[in-house]
């Protein structure tokens, strides 16, 4: 069975799909011409449709997945003169997409929104390929707005989401997380990062491609924070912090990196507290590890509303980015580092947020569309 994975631009379109292809299978095979079905032994067979910068494109190349770059475009909901030119490179996506569906027939598509999976959808829903969109988000995404009237299903993480999706194919699974987030290492982890055995270890990232206020905030908070505990920052493609010269004797507390793959999980299981953004992906991750976190959504985004679920459950300290300072930054890290009980509160609470066995729901919406589409092909 030839499945093909589209979304990039983030991490948070990529993860919960990764998710899905760790279950269907865990050795998966080059993505070919050739593949054997015998009853319900399936084999499964993997492309990946993505961007041409985004950082999903080293992420997917460690599963050892095929990987095609197209061309996409963004179409904002405010006037920005990039509407104005992302049609053009919509169409080019377009074109590219039909040359790689009827090149590689796939007979199932799964996105999990950003704007590269549109062409492919369209491209899918003409060639009469079932498409299956999962929804992350509190708050619908543009990109799968457009493409919901074209899929056979749509899975959405919160029991809330239902109602903004058609009924009759639009069905509450929770998020997807990938396993190996799971199988982190604590000693594994303080030895490849370095860490002292006597300090508590702040975990801090702005999802994939960071966050350069969070940075502006966490290099001002260094000589603070760096007096009662060690971090551990992802700090996003070309965003990495050098300018730490005023904590010069306590730099061996600062580990900083562009982006992890791999040492994620071992980063996760030696962190106390994890100071994040609150794409979907990373708050899955959070709930389903049970990490104290504090929470600073992206500003008049979607991530507000994210954040606000956790809050209304005291899951998370969730941070206000508009007014939050440096001093104020150190002063909700020191007092949580300090206070065991509420550590604990929060950890407890928000393991109770996400909907358990979400990749195994999607993966029997999956078996049900392809038991369909066997009974009826696509038409290439």
Not at 263 to 285: H, N, W
């Amino acid at each position: 069975m030839k499945v093909l994975f589209t979304g990039g631009g983030t991490i948070g379109s990529v993860s919960p799909l990764l998710a899905v292809l760790e279950r269907l299978t865990l050795s998966p095979k080059p993505f070919t011409r050739e593949i054997s079905v015998k009853g319900r032994d399936k084999q499964y067979e993997f492309l990946w449709v993505g961007t041409r910068y985004g950082t999903e494109k080293e992420l997917v190349a460690s599963y050892k997945i095929p990987y095609k770059a197209i061309f996409s475009g963004k179409l904002d909901r405010y006037f920005s003169w990039q509407n104005f030119v992302s049609p053009v490179f919509i169409i080019l996506g377009f074109f590219q997409s039909l040359s790689i569906i009827l090149k590689a027939r796939p007979q199932i598509i799964l996105s999990a929104g950003s704007f590269v999976s549109v062409p492919i959808v369209f491209v899918a829903w003409i060639l009469r390929i079932p498409i299956l969109i999962h929804q992350q988000d509190v708050r619908p995404g543009f990109a799968n707005k457009l493409m919901s009237p074209f899929a056979r299903c749509i899975t959405v993480t919160f029991e809330k989401s239902l109602a903004d999706f058609p009924k009759g194919k639009v069905v509450w699974t929770g998020n997807p997380m990938r396993e190996e987030v799971l199988k982190g290492d604590e000693k594994r982890a303080k030895k490849f990062f370095d860490l002292q055995e006597d300090l508590p270890t702040l975990l801090i990232f702005g999802g994939g491609t960071g966050a350069l206020r969070i940075n502006e905030l966490i290099v001002k908070s260094l000589p603070e924070l760096l007096k009662f505990c060690q971090i551990i920052h992802l700090t996003g493609r070309g965003r990495r912090v050098n300018k730490v010269n005023k904590v010069e004797k306590v730099i061996e507390r600062y580990h900083a990196y562009e982006f992890l793959t791999k040492e994620m999980a071992d980063a996760y299981a030696v962190s106390d507290i994890v100071v994040s953004r609150c794409g979907l992906s990373t708050l899955t991750e959070l709930s389903l590890l049970g990490k104290p976190a504090i929470l600073i959504p992206i500003p008049r985004s979607h991530q507000e509303e994210n954040a606000k679920v956790f809050a209304e459950a005291w899951a998370a300290v969730v941070l206000d980015q508009r007014n939050l300072t440096s001093e104020g930054l150190v002063k909700q890290i020191k007092s949580l580092l300090e206070n065991r009980d509420k550590i604990r509160e929060l950890s407890q609470n928000i393991k109770r947020i996400m909907k358990p066995n979400a990749t195994e729901k999607i993966v029997e919406e999956i078996e049900k569309i392809i038991s369909d589409s066997e009974i009826q092909p696509p038409n290439i």
